[in-house]
């Protein structure tokens, strides 16, 4: 019996502090980083701006636009998932 009690506790200390790992990237956080990376403020991303974006998305399996830009909407949407997540910004 005291086997399982140390089994669970230690089941449950993994799982509690593995949790963040599956937490997404919040809308504010995106919506920050957009507006770090459009530094015109032109709403939308492109060049080598958006390469490494575009990049990631085509990794994720994310649509792209075919000419290689990146709206504000676009971007959230794959931020929140989590496709930009450890990219140098």
Do not use: H, R, W
């Amino acid at each position: 019996m005291k086997t399982l009690l140390i089994a669970a506790s230690a089941m449950a200390l993994a799982i509690g502090l593995s949790a963040p790992a599956f937490a997404q990237t919040s809308a504010a956080d995106c919506t920050a980083m957009f507006e770090k990376v459009d530094a015109s403020g032109a709403g939308s991303i492109s060049g080598d701006v958006a390469k490494p974006y575009l990049d990631a998305m085509a990794k994720a399996n994310l649509k792209t636009n075919a000419d290689g830009t990146i709206t504000a909407d676009e971007f959230s949407a794959a931020c929140e998932s989590d496709t930009f997540t450890g990219m140098a910004q």
